[in-house]
T-cell receptor, first 112, second 111 residues
Framework: SQQGEEDPQALSIQEGENATMNCSYKTSINNLQWYRQNSGRGLVHLILIRSNEREKHSGRLRVTLDTSKKSSSLLITASRAADTASYFCATGPKAAGNKLTFGGGTRVLVKP | NAGVTQTPKFQVLKTGQSMTLQCAQDMNHEYMSWYRQDPGMGLRLIHYSVGAGITDQGEVPNGYNVSRSTTEDFPLRLLSAAPSQTSVYFC??????????FGPGTRLTVT
């Protein structure tokens, strides 16, 4: 079973709009990460947020973490066609050493 | 740095055949992992290693073996291929806990 579940499963927006996707998880975590996967490629690490952090920024990315609700969100501001990809959250559960558990992903289409 | 490399890129096997998927990294990372990704889904951990000579099972280890004789290499062996093992396989490495670098993947089809 997957620790993280993303919502929505798919998202279609116009270039310049913001894209928001959410991730929920089940057990206590050390940290939560977001990855991007372009079609037919490997995953690329975007951002990591630790369990004692509430918000983190990296360029046009903003990640929030609410450990009381066991949820995180990824916001991509001013989206570009190049942001078209699948986005996955991955959690590092406290009881699982350094293993990562991935969610099913959100497919984002940014239309020019 | 080449980063994480995987060979082959594509492979077709018949049921019952065995093969080894190769993974190498040149970043001197301690941690290496193998994942499989099925259509429209996230990644599931098959096996991982926290250093040379140390491996452990992930979520879906059955039908796969690994070994880690050097820091650089982490091959994945399919013992007797089955159609259920048709998937895209990704190798990843990291030097710190959790932040992982992924290879380009091997697309495997078992007929």
């Amino acid at each position: 079973s997957q620790q993280g579940e993303e919502d929505p499963q798919a998202l279609s927006i116009q270039e310049g709009e913001n894209a928001t996707m959410n991730c929920s998880y089940k057990t206590s975590i050390n940290n939560l990460q977001w990855y991007r996967q372009n079609s037919g490629r490997g995953l690329v690490h975007l951002i990591l947020i630790r369990s004692n952090e509430r918000e983190k920024h990296s360029g046009r990315l903003r990640v929030t973490l609410d450990t009381s609700k066991k949820s995180s969100s990824l916001l991509i501001t001013a989206s570009r066609a190049a942001d078209t990809a699948s986005y996955f959250c991955a959690t590092g559960p406290k009881a699982a050493g350094n293993k990562l558990t991935f969610g099913g992903g959100t497919r984002v289409l940014v239309k020019p | 740095n080449a980063g994480v490399t995987q060979t082959p890129k594509f492979q077709v096997l018949k049921t019952g055949q065995s093969m080894t998927l190769q993974c190498a990294q040149d970043m001197n990372h301690e941690y290496m992992s193998w994942y499989r990704q099925d259509p429209g889904m996230g990644l599931r951990l098959i096996h991982y290693s926290v250093g040379a000579g140390i491996t452990d099972q992930g979520e879906v280890p059955n039908g796969y073996n690994v070994s880690r004789s050097t820091t650089e290499d982490f091959p994945l062996r399919l013992l007797s291929a089955a159609p259920s093992q048709t998937s895209v396989y990704f190798c990843a490495s990291s030097s710190t806990l959790y932040e992982q670098y992924f290879g380009p993947g091997t697309r495997l089809t078992v007929t």
